[in-house]
């Protein structure tokens, strides 16, 4: 058991380096991105100088409508840094959002990752019981402490196998049938047994987890995939 203890702890410094440079990366690029944008800017008050200037090399405009055309124009320049200074906010909550998006892309890409490595370690090594306890009187199955309520059939056949389990036995389908139903196994269709697993995986719910723990053994019959000194029968 040590290995995998600490392959996976392994596997989570890993994965927290790379979110932390992940995460690192993103602030970098979208800061660099964001002082080149606003260095490229025109100043807001440019529109403004430019004007001064040209009312300075031409000092002879001094004309009541030469005034009133420098107002319009003042007033011009006011409204395009007012417009500009705004532009500058927007641009920056854009670049905020931007990094808040990248980050949170980054940190569930390396969680799906992670989780399909995870799901593949579990179907190369099987499901991992520490725990299998049928209870026929509550109806209750507790696996690893999780509780599924199971209706009398899939209860009959989690049993059976169970019990066939403690006895390192595997049984066909007809052969489950036969101990449900009391009759021969000879009598019985395979047919009948097949359907039953397969009710019972129906009921435990998660396909991952019910195709693991009921395991089909080509041409030899139906196993469940636990250590038999985990169950317990009550």
């Known amino acids: 058991m040590p ?8 596997a989570r410094r890993s994965g927290a380096r790379i979110v932390a440079l992940g995460i690192a990366a993103v602030v970098i690029i979208l800061g660099v991105a964001a002082v080149v944008l606003f260095l490229t800017l025109p100043d807001a008050n440019a529109f403004n100088a430019r004007v001064e200037q040209i009312f300075i090399e031409n000092d002879d405009l001094t004309g009541a409508a030469e005034l009133r055309l420098l107002e319009i124009l003042a007033q011009s320049g006011t409204a395009f840094s007012d417009v500009l200074s705004s532009y500058r906010m927007v641009i920056y909550v854009l670049l905020v959002f ?5 980050i949170a892309a980054l940190v569930f890409l390396v969680s799906l990752v992670g989780l399909n490595r995870r799901m593949g370690e579990i179907e190369r090594q099987g499901l991992q019981v ?3 306890i049928v209870s026929r009187m509550d109806r209750v199955v507790l696996l690893n402490n999780m509780e599924f309520k199971l209706t009398d059939a899939a209860l ?3 049993s059976v196998l169970a019990e066939a389990r403690l006895d390192d036995d595997i049984l066909t389908g007809a052969q489950i049938e036969g101990m449900i139903s009391g009759r021969p196994a000879e009598d019985c269709d395979e047919a009948a047994g097949a359907t039953r697993i397969k009710r019972l995986r129906d009921t435990l719910g998660n396909q991952m987890v019910s195709e693991m723990l009921v395991r089909n053994i080509a041409r030899r019959g139906y196993v469940l995939s636990i250590d038999r000194d985990v169950i317990k029968m009550i």
Do not use: D, H, R, V
Request: hydrophobic share 45%; net charge negative.
């Open 3 to 10: 290995a995998p203890i600490s392959s996976a702890s392994e």
């Open 98 to 102: 931007a990094a808040s998006l990248l």
């Open 130 to 132: 520490s725990s299998l």
């Open 156 to 158: 009959e056949t989690l």
